[in-house]
C-alpha cells in the first residue's frame, strides 16, 4: 500500500525520514486518527481542524491547506482500498542538527500519513476494564503531540493488570483515558471532564455531545472523582478507533452489572446513526 510523504504519494521503500527528524529526536510534532467506515473518512473536517490548531499550538505552520490535506487524505484511502480501517497522519517541525530551540526559517515540516484496513471478521469488543494511574503528563493535553511517554506508560500498566486502558487522574480528578475520553453515568445524567488543557477534546467526544443534545440527554461537565466512578451505574469510553466502548470494571470494581447499560446502548446506537 502506499503512504503519503508530504505531498507525494510513495511506496513504503521510497519513504525516506532524516535521522535528524525533530520527531525522533523530541517528539516535536503532532498527529491524527482518522476512521474509515464504509470507504469514507468519518469527520474529517474535525480531524483536520484539530491537527491544524495542534501545529499552531506549538508554533507550527503545515505547507499546504486544509482542503489539500484532506483530499490527499481521502485519495490514499481509495488507492489503498480501505473500506474499514483508519488513517493515521503526523506532521513534525522537520530536520535539522539537534538543539532543542527551533532551527530556524530553513526547517519545513515532514508530513507523513498511513492508512490501516480492519480484517472483515474483527468481533464486536468486549466491554472493557479499566484500571486507573496517575496522569503524569503535561498541563497542555489539549495538543494531540507526537509526546506519548505518560500515555505509553499509564497504557502499559494498565495492560498488566489485565486491563485494556489506564484511567487517568491528578490527585483524585479524573481527567481521561491514555487514548480515549471518559464518561460515567449517574441516575440518568452523564459525567464527563469539561474540555481544557487536562484533556484532548476529542472528536467522539464532540459526537457524543451532539447526540446527547438530540437525545435530551442531561450531560454533566464536571471532573468526577476516584471514588464517584467506582459507583456509577454505567460507564464508557470514546475514541476515534473504539467509538463508544462500555466499561465493565475499574480498579477490579464491577460497573452496574457488567454489561452496557441503557443509557450507553441508546448512545452508541444514535452514534451509529450519524456514521457513513
Ligand atoms: N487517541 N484522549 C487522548 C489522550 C487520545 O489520545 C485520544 C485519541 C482521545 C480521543 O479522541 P478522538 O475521539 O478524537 O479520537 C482522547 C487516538 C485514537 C490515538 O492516539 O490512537
Redesign the pocket.
Given at each position: 500500500s502506499m503512504y503519503l510523504m508530504n505531498d507525494r504519494f510513495v511506496k513504503d521503500d521510497e519513504v525516506t525520514i532524516s535521522i535528524e527528524d525533530r520527531g525522533y529526536y523530541f517528539g516535536d510534532g503532532v498527529y491524527e486518527?482518522i476512521r474509515v467506515y464504509g470507504g469514507v473518512m468519518f469527520t474529517a473536517e474535525e480531524h483536520i481542524g484539530r491537527l491544524y490548531e495542534s501545529a499552531e499550538k506549538i508554533r507550527m505552520t503545515l505547507p499546504y491547506g486544509q482542503e489539500e490535506m484532506i483530499d490527499n487524505l481521502s485519495r490514499l484511502v481509495t488507492d489503498n482500498g480501505v473500506k474499514e480501517g483508519h488513517v493515521y497522519i503526523q506532521a513534525t517541525r522537520g530536520a535539522a542538527p539537534r538543539v532543542h530551540q527551533f532551527p530556524g526559517e530553513a526547517i519545513t515540516p515532514v508530513i507523513t500519513a498511513y492508512t490501516k484496513s480492519y480484517p472483515d471478521d474483527a468481533p464486536a469488543a468486549e466491554p472493557a476494564k479499566l484500571k486507573s494511574v496517575a496522569d503524569i503528563r503535561w498541563l497542555r493535553?489539549d495538543i494531540?503531540s507526537l509526546n506519548l511517554l505518560a500515555?505509553v506508560m499509564a497504557k502499559q500498566e494498565a495492560y498488566e493488570a489485565g486491563c485494556y486502558e489506564a484511567l487517568l487522574h491528578r490527585d483524585s480528578t479524573v481527567t481521561?483515558?491514555?487514548?480515549?475520553?471518559l464518561f460515567g453515568v449517574k441516575d440518568g445524567v452523564i459525567h464527563t471532564h469539561p474540555v481544557s488543557n487536562f484533556?484532548?477534546n476529542?472528536?467522539?467526544?464532540r459526537v457524543i455531545m451532539q447526540c446527547c443534545e438530540e437525545l435530551g440527554q442531561p450531560v454533566q461537565e464536571e471532573p468526577m472523582s476516584l471514588e464517584d466512578v467506582y459507583s456509577m451505574d454505567e460507564f464508557f469510553l470514546?475514541?476515534?478507533?473504539n467509538g463508544i466502548l462500555p466499561v465493565s470494571e475499574i480498579d477490579g470494581r464491577r460497573i452496574g452489572d457488567g454489561r452496557p447499560g441503557p443509557v450507553t446502548e441508546k448512545l452508541m446506537e444514535a452514534f451509529e446513526a450519524k456514521l457513513p
Amino acid at each position: 500500500s502506499m503512504y503519503l510523504m508530504n505531498d507525494r504519494f510513495v511506496k513504503d521503500d521510497e519513504v525516506t525520514i532524516s535521522i535528524e527528524d525533530r520527531g525522533y529526536y523530541f517528539g516535536d510534532g503532532v498527529y491524527e486518527v482518522i476512521r474509515v467506515y464504509g470507504g469514507v473518512m468519518f469527520t474529517a473536517e474535525e480531524h483536520i481542524g484539530r491537527l491544524y490548531e495542534s501545529a499552531e499550538k506549538i508554533r507550527m505552520t503545515l505547507p499546504y491547506g486544509q482542503e489539500e490535506m484532506i483530499d490527499n487524505l481521502s485519495r490514499l484511502v481509495t488507492d489503498n482500498g480501505v473500506k474499514e480501517g483508519h488513517v493515521y497522519i503526523q506532521a513534525t517541525r522537520g530536520a535539522a542538527p539537534r538543539v532543542h530551540q527551533f532551527p530556524g526559517e530553513a526547517i519545513t515540516p515532514v508530513i507523513t500519513a498511513y492508512t490501516k484496513s480492519y480484517p472483515d471478521d474483527a468481533p464486536a469488543a468486549e466491554p472493557a476494564k479499566l484500571k486507573s494511574v496517575a496522569d503524569i503528563r503535561w498541563l497542555r493535553c489539549d495538543i494531540k503531540s507526537l509526546n506519548l511517554l505518560a500515555n505509553v506508560m499509564a497504557k502499559q500498566e494498565a495492560y498488566e493488570a489485565g486491563c485494556y486502558e489506564a484511567l487517568l487522574h491528578r490527585d483524585s480528578t479524573v481527567t481521561e483515558g491514555s487514548s480515549s475520553n471518559l464518561f460515567g453515568v449517574k441516575d440518568g445524567v452523564i459525567h464527563t471532564h469539561p474540555v481544557s488543557n487536562f484533556i484532548l477534546n476529542g472528536i467522539t467526544r464532540r459526537v457524543i455531545m451532539q447526540c446527547c443534545e438530540e437525545l435530551g440527554q442531561p450531560v454533566q461537565e464536571e471532573p468526577m472523582s476516584l471514588e464517584d466512578v467506582y459507583s456509577m451505574d454505567e460507564f464508557f469510553l470514546s475514541s476515534t478507533t473504539n467509538g463508544i466502548l462500555p466499561v465493565s470494571e475499574i480498579d477490579g470494581r464491577r460497573i452496574g452489572d457488567g454489561r452496557p447499560g441503557p443509557v450507553t446502548e441508546k448512545l452508541m446506537e444514535a452514534f451509529e446513526a450519524k456514521l457513513p
